[in-house]
Structure formats: structure tokens, C-alpha cells
């Protein structure tokens, strides 16, 4: 009770009242986490009452085990788990190895309970989950070095609805302008439509994803092309995130997934002709690109099945369509429209990758001209968050 | 740890590898908080090792208690706390009398160490501290009403960067634009400038204060006329709110607050620039609105006084400038400026009640017309939004 104690007085001398104002207060007045001069990091938490205080978090080394999926053996990964030790005045403490670049996420287990850190006001929500952040930027250009806000010019980052016609629904959109566009009237801008996963909404590659924040670090190095980024909403009956939407609904993979593709890939030219009447596009094949993770990398491959003349650059992170039968149709017709990039990235422990290698097997088997990257680890956004990186500097050029 | 093995069970079966997903699992499986058909609301924590689990919030009776401030006796407020009983499967559970419309914000009180509820998504972060919320609508048009998302045109909200030539600095500001803004491209809006207090950031009325969807849900219904909503970042020294800004500081009052106006007053014109060359600008001293509460309500009564001319609307929410001598030049200007409206809104229970009196007396002795408007409960953000709500039907008009 001691902290609510504190803050109570805090009122009375404030002359500020009610609970609102417990927000005043001082804060826990722990500094957790402490990133070090040698880029181990410190965690405190203060709690003199519990009796194991432990540490979750994908700074851990991962439980790693062998697992058997579609025939493969792979090395399925899962979080590390680490105890803190009590200190005086109940601080518990843990201090990590050195770590290299890279947004990481965690959280306490306090007596088998999950629980955020109260010191650190920085935290994702994925789906129903929050885990607190901190970034950590090794050296200049690292990983966590693009996931940062750097002092370089911003780009514009905007909630807009627009009408589909096809779902016959407003739905909300978030559109990064780049730096420069207000003060350009003239300039028109190639667009990159960039979709979420699973229980997942248009707030996601913003908010997990670091989307904006690596576009503008690329631009302002001038890694990447200006460009628009589109994020929508890619589950068909959902009008909007959580908070945007009506009803305070609490998202779960049951009301924030599609298991058809089909109502958004028939609806997406919806958004692109919002897209293309209310901002200065660049358009054609040439200025179109698509991307997605998991559930909208299958999307994004099925969207340029689908049109294949409209978009010239498709990425596929941690999901795609599997081809048909020895020939199959639409995907003989994407190569046939000559798309500039045809982007296939996976995890090595993620259960997708068998998919993956097989749309990349048939395409190397036919020829057809494909970037396939596989990285370390699994289904998660720190390897979204790469892809991103890497597919985003191959754009528009 | 039981949840924790689910979840990591969970992504055996799926597939999915690593902390992130976690997210993916069924999250806590509790209900809470629930709003009962008579507006009673249950809250629910699971925790089977807590000795005792208490709920804190703005829904509990507060505790009063009479204090001095300036030569005045008032009842001040504070948050009250109860204790949640501990069921079945250690699911601990209380249940309030029945509320009225409004946004509540709480916290649960683990063994004394305050804890966010794991199955509500829906918080607010006021300065360094996070609490849950949710909103009750008890009838159409009550408070809580206006705070939800409704089946209505929604603006745009963006997140935008302009330079300040005074501060020698690119900030950020929110900005809200009226449904039908860019479906109209001929037509000019009046803005209206909305400041928030100390500790605060270009986020606080939006997230806090709800804002945008108090100006959706107005404007649907014809009470207020469609405006541009701009909200900057008041404290000078400040480019952005954390997470836009440069390093992941954690807020304090001491880093968030100006305890001068004059810098941020003598800036406030490339604030007015930047608006009236990137959007569609009604513009005049009466389509322009300025209110704030607290330190920016202080901002709201600094800014009309350095710009009688500029300014038509101006609201002092919790917050004023006192008039200096027995005939203070400045205030004389902003009446012999004919504004159409000089709003002053307090609570009984707040400690800078005394100045606003001040200012309206003297006002009143002077024969300037101002509106007074009391309200119960203290320097809150539940009254914040109750002025904002007030203030924005009286504009345009």
C-alpha cells in the first residue's frame, strides 16, 4: 500500500484529488529496464510481498526442442524463463547478457501471474496480450537502430476511414505519408500495402511492427524510396482496431482472423481506389507493392494471384498460397506479368516454412524468378520486423 | 505458471515459436470487467497465491475530507478502495452498485502493489502511470455516450510534424480533421486549438480525454459544428510524446510540465502557420478556439491575453491566469476584443478553484462577460471531458 499511500499525499499537497490523480504521483520511482554501457540490461520490480518474481522475455535465450511438421524435422523455440533475485526494500533484480540491436519484449511472473512493469510505461498489445518493450540500438544502422526514433525528418502517420462498397462497411486505414509530402504538392508517390496477421488489425505493423519508424530511418538514409504505406484492416468483418471500433471488444484469434481470403482479396480494390482518390499516387503495376505477414502473407500471395498486372512487387513473411496441381494457372499468369519482385521470407523454426520452401521449390522447378530469405526463429514480429526492412529497400527502384 | 504452459502448449500445436507468441494464446479466459443488465459492473483477477486482492477506481464512493486551500474550506476527493473476494480457482471478483454513464479508469491492489487487469485491453497512460478503463453508455446522449465509438462519420486523426522556426525545433502535433473533409475539398473549417496539462503530451485529449470521439459523436448529431481539432505538445522543451519522441523517456512532471507559458504563448503563431498552409483554414479571430485544462487551461487564458485579436473562443478548464492589480490592461484588451466566448469550468473539489473565482469575480466586477461553470469532483479527467463536451457545442456558432 505504501506507493498509494504516497501518491494520496501527493493530492492533498497538490491540492489535486481523486483517482486520476494517483497518475501524478511520482511514478515507481524503480528505473526498470536499465540498459547498461556494456548492453546487458537490468530489470527491477518491487514487491515485498511475493515470493518468485520471474522474467519472460525474447532477450532470453529460447527452450529450444525438435519437432516433426509436414515430414520436416525443424527446432521448434519457445521463451526463455529466468528468476529475479530479492534485494532490499523487496527489489527484485536481473541483469542479462549483452545484447545485440533489437526491439525486445517481455514480462514479470510474479507468484505464477503474469504482470507488466510498472517502471516502464513502453508496451505492445498483440491481440489480447500486452508485453512491455525497450528498444536497443547496438550501433548505428543495427536492427534496433531502424526500430528507433532518430532525429530525422517524420513522416505523417494518419487514421482515415473509407467506404467499402464490397463489404458495405466504412473501415479505418493507417496511412504513413513521407516526410516532405504536405510540402510537395506536386509529388506523386508509389504506395506499398503492407497487411497484418491473425488477430491482428490495421494498428499492428505501427504499433508491433515498428513500420513507420523503419520507413522513416530508410527514407532519411536514403535506403529506401518515399513512398505511402497502407496498412488496412485485413480481416473482412472487422470495421477496426480495438478502441476504434464500436464496442470495447476484447480481440482473440476467433474475431480477429479470416479464414477465407476471399472477401478481402475481393475488396481490396476498394482500398486502393480510396487510396488513389484521396492521396498523389504514382500508380500501375510499377508503383504497387503488397506484403504481409502470416495470415497476410497468404493474403498478399493471394492478392497477386489474383491481379496480377496491378502489383509488381509482392512479399510473402511467414505465409503464402501453396501452388496448385504440376501447373498451376495463376501463378504461371503473376510471372507472366513480369513482377519486379516476388519476395518469399520465413523462419527456420517456424511451422509455415514447410509451405514456404514448397511455393519456392515449384517456382525455382518452373523457373520463375523468386527472392527467398530464411532467417533464425520462428512465427514472431522480431523476424516481421526484418523482413520488412530488407523488402522495403527493394522498392520502386 | 499454469497460463504460461498453456501458451507455450498452445504453439506446439500451432506451430508458432517464441515469447511474441504468447500473444496467441486464449488470453486470460476471465471476463472482466463486466457490465451487468443493471449497470452494476463486475470486476474479476484471477490469482490463486494473492493473500488480497483490492480494486481501486474512479466507479467507488471517494473518500472526502475538508481542506484550506487560499482562505476557502473545501472537500477534497480521493480514490476509494475495496477488497475483492476470493472465489473458486482463485478467481477473486467484486461487483459495484449500479453506475451511470461515464469512463471509468482502475486498478487492481495485489498484496499492495498495484497490478493492470489482464483481461481488459482498454487502458490509458496519464504521465508515467497506466490504469484500465472502460466506458458505460446508460442512456443515448449520457457522458458515457459521447466517449464511445459510434455507428457514425468518423474524422481523421493524424499524427503530423511541423517546424517552429521560435523553438528552433520539428514537434509534433494530433490533429483532427471532420468526417467529409476530404470528400469536400472546397469547403473551410474553423479551428479549434485544445491544450493539454502538465506531464502531458500531444496524445492526452485524444487518449484521455476522447476528444475525437466526443467531436464525432457531437458532430453526428448536429451539436457542434464540424471544426479542425488541433492538439499540440505544450511543453516547449518537448518535441513529441513518448514514443514519437527521440529515446524512450519515461514521463515525469518534471520533464513534461512547463512551469512558464511564455515560451510555448511566443511559438503558439507557427503553430497557427503550420494549420493554415497544410489544411483548410475558415480563418479569423472568430473561427478560432483555444481551451486547455490545468497548466494548458493557463496557456488558454496566457494565449488570449497576448492575442485578443487572434482569438474568438477561449476555454479555461481548471486553469487561469489571475488578473494582476485592481485593473489589469491585458484582460481589459481581450474584452475590448469582443470575444464571443470566455469560458472558465472548474471543479468544487479542486484546488485551483481559488483562482478560477478569482478571475470570474473579477470579470464580473468589471462587467466583462464570462460564463462560470462549477462542477463537482476535482482536477480530473472525468471533468475535462465534461467541459470539452460543453465547450465544443458553444463554438462556430
Known amino acids: 500500500m505504501k506507493r498509494i499511500i504516497t501518491l494520496l ?9 481523486a483517482f486520476a490523480q494517483q497518475a501524478l504521483g511520482p511514478g515507481t520511482g524503480i528505473i526498470s529496464p536499465e540498459i547498461n554501457p556494456d548492453h546487458t540490461v537490468t530489470f527491477r520490480y518491487q514487491n515485498r510481498k ?9 532477450m532470453l535465450p529460447t527452450q529450444k526442442r525438435t519437432v516433426n511438421y509436414g515430414g520436416r524435422e525443424q527446432v521448434m523455440e519457445s521463451a526463455g524463463i529466468v528468476d529475479l533475485q530479492e534485494g532490499p526494500n523487496g527489489v527484485w533484480t536481473y541483469t542479462t547478457q549483452p545484447l545485440t540491436g533489437e526491439l525486445y519484449s517481455y514480462s514479470f511472473i510474479v507468484d505464477g501471474v503474469r504482470t507488466m512493469d510498472p517502471s516502464n510505461i513502453y508496451q ?13 540500438s547496438a550501433e548505428k544502422g543495427d536492427k534496433g537502430w531502424y526500430y528507433e526514433v532518430h532525429d530525422v525528418p517524420h513522416g505523417t502517420v494518419s487514421h482515415v476511414w473509407y467506404d467499402s462498397p464490397v463489404l458495405k462497411a466504412k473501415r479505418r486505414l493507417t496511412v504513413y505519408t513521407p516526410a516532405g509530402y504536405e510540402d510537395n504538392p506536386k509529388a506523386k508517390y508509389p504506395v506499398f500495402y503492407l497487411l497484418h496477421g491473425s488477430g491482428g488489425d490495421e494498428d499492428a505493423w505501427a504499433d508491433l511492427g515498428r513500420a513507420t519508424q523503419i520507413l522513416d530511418n530508410l527514407i532519411a538514409e536514403g535506403k529506401a524510396k518515399p513512398m505511402i504505406l497502407v496498412m488496412p484492416n485485413g480481416v473482412y468483418f472487422n ?28 475488396a481490396f480494390p476498394d482500398i486502393m481506389t480510396f487510396i488513389e482518390g484521396h492521396y498523389r499516387v504514382a500508380k500501375g503495376q510499377y508503383n504497387t507493392a503488397v506484403a504481409g505477414l502470416s495470415m497476410g502473407g497468404r493474403q498478399s500471395s493471394a492478392l497477386i494471384r489474383r491481379y496480377p498486372t496491378k502489383i509488381g512487387y509482392v ?8 501452388p496448385e496441381g504440376d501447373d498451376d494457372p495463376a501463378l504461371k499468369a503473376v510471372f507472366a506479368a513480369k513482377p519486379k519482385l516476388f519476395y518469399i521470407a520465413v523462419g527456420s523454426a517456424d511451422g509455415v516454412k514447410v ?43
Open 9 to 17: 499525499a501527493a493530492f492533498s499537497l497538490t491540492g489535486m484529488a
Open 50 to 58: 511475493a515470493v518468485r518474481v520471474q522474467l519472460t522475455g525474447d
Open 124 to 136: 505492445n498489445r498483440d491481440i489480447a496480450t500486452w508485453t512491455n518493450i525497450f528498444t536497443l
Open 239 to 266: 470495421q477496426a482496431a480495438p478502441g476504434a471500433a464500436i464496442n470495447m471488444f476484447q480481440p482473440t484469434m476467433a474475431n480477429s482472423r479470416s479464414q477465407s481470403t476471399e472477401e478481402f482479396e475481393l
Open 315 to 322: 512479399g510473402q513473411f511467414s505465409g503464402v498460397v501453396v
Open 355 to 397: 509451405n514456404s520452401l514448397k511455393l519456392k521449390d515449384y517456382c525455382d522447378q518452373k523457373g520463375y524468378p523468386v527472392e527467398y530469405y530464411e532467417s533464425d526463429g520462428g512465427h514472431i514480429w522480431r523476424n516481421w520486423r526484418v523482413y520488412l526492412t530488407q523488402f522495403a529497400q527493394k522498392l520502386f527502384k
